[in-house]
Nanobody
């Protein structure tokens, strides 16, 4: 079983930065074998893929809407995944959730087995 917990959300002005964290806990070494992704959902909108990182940390993939502004990474122990968000825009406002799956990365939410509760990000103009 894998448990995920997000932190780092908050309110910022447009052009500002936030760093989200996704802490992974499991009974074994499962966390180090998981691909992790961030998704977001704004009120009244569908859940949207943001970024994903492989279990090794060497493969990353981003949605076009955040490419060049957001960076996903994971720490050396592979237990925590970060999403550095720069040049934030009002349209980035959403609840951000991290998700994990074994083996290969994916940009499809239905492929992910484990989910955190989410953290709110609000960007004002």
């Amino acid at each position: 079983q894998v448990q995920l917990a997000e932190s780092g959300g908050g309110a910022v002005q447009a052009g500002g930065s936030l760093r989200l964290s996704c802490a992974c806990a499991s009974s074994g070494r499962t966390c180090s074998n998981t691909a992790v992704a961030w998704f977001r959902q704004a009120p009244g909108k569908e859940r949207e893929f943001v970024a994903t990182v492989s279990w090794s940390g060497t493969i990353t993939f981003y949605a076009d809407s955040v490419k060049g502004r957001f960076t996903i990474s994971r720490d050396g122990a592979k237990d925590t995944v970060f999403l550095q968000m720069n040049s934030l825009k009002p349209e980035d406002t959403a609840v951000y959730s991290c998700a994990a799956k074994l083996r290969a990365t994916s940009s499809v939410a239905a492929d992910y087995e484990y989910w955190g509760q989410g953290t709110q990000v609000t960007v004002s103009s």
